[in-house]
T-cell receptor, first 117, second 115 residues
Framework: AQTVTQSQPEMSVQEAETVTLSCTYD???????LFWYKQPPSRQMILVIR??????QNATENRFSVNFQKAAKSFSLKISDSQLGDAAMYFC??????????????FGEGTQLTVNP | NAGVMQNPRHLVRRRGQEARLRCSPM?????VYWYRQLPEEGLKFMVY????????ESGMPKERFSAEFPKEGPSILRIQQVVRGDSAAYFC?????????????FGDGTRLSIL
């Protein structure tokens, strides 16, 4: 079974600084998808960024970027120029190809990010 | 374009009662997923449905829990004879197809509290 591990239960960053959240996963598949979701205090689940395993180029969405290391099974999220609104719980998630299992998401336990003014 | 709608937002039940949670997917989406989030934990997959079909229910407890997604109307997650351990946030997500390259869009969740 696939597992997703986020080894940092809590992280903090100063406003305008950069922070990196770690995520590792375990899989025997060669093709899969990785996601970062943000859950603010309102409890919504908001998609931040996604990465296809077959793409070597790291995904980027404005201030959010990933460092995808396929051989190391690592998928970290970098937030640049941190803003107060970035404070939230961040979940890393893995998804197998539809053909092998359907398309459930497997989530890590989350990293609580605090942004200090 | 309305997002995934879940209701109620909050639901309080006494032990032994039934809880019914509803999820209306985004327009044009025919695939629905239910996840449960226990306090201080990540989301755990429960069940995946397509219209009138359960595709994968491997994450759902064998007893007391059931799910449906009828041809017309919302998807329903039903918990019979609720116990304190059922207290959690239940999230529904939808996608237009089951293809893994399409992200799942989440609703705001239903927070279930058992007295």
């Amino acid at each position: 079974a696939q597992t997703v591990t986020q080894s940092q239960p809590e992280m903090s960053v100063q406003e305008a600084e950069t922070v990196t959240l770690s995520c590792t996963y375990d899989t025997s598949e060669s093709d899969y998808y990785l996601f970062w979701y943000k859950q603010p205090p309102s409890r919504q689940m908001i998609l931040v960024i996604r990465q296809e395993a077959y793409k070597q180029q790291n995904a980027t969405e404005n201030r959010f970027s990933v460092n995808f290391q396929k051989a190391a099974k690592s998928f970290s999220l970098k937030i640049s120029d941190s803003q107060l609104g970035d404070a939230a719980m961040y979940f890393c998630a893995y998804r197998r190809p539809w053909e092998t299992s359907g398309s459930r998401l497997t989530f890590g336990e989350g990293t609580q990010l605090t942004v200090n003014p | 374009n309305a997002g995934v709608m879940q209701n109620p937002r909050h639901l309080v039940r006494r032990r032994g009662q039934e809880a019914r949670l509803r999820c209306s997917p985004m327009k044009g989406h025919s695939h629905v997923y239910w996840y449960r989030q226990l306090p201080e934990e990540g989301l755990k997959f429960m069940v995946y449905l397509q219209k009138e079909n359960i595709i994968d229910e491997s994450g759902m407890p064998k007893e007391r829990f059931s799910a449906e997604f009828p041809k017309e109307g919302p998807s329903i997650l039903r918990i019979q004879q609720v116990v304190r351990g059922d207290s959690a946030a239940y999230f529904c997500a939808s996608s237009p197809t089951g293809n893994s390259n399409q992200p799942q869009h989440f609703g705001d969740g239903t927070r279930l509290s058992i007295l």
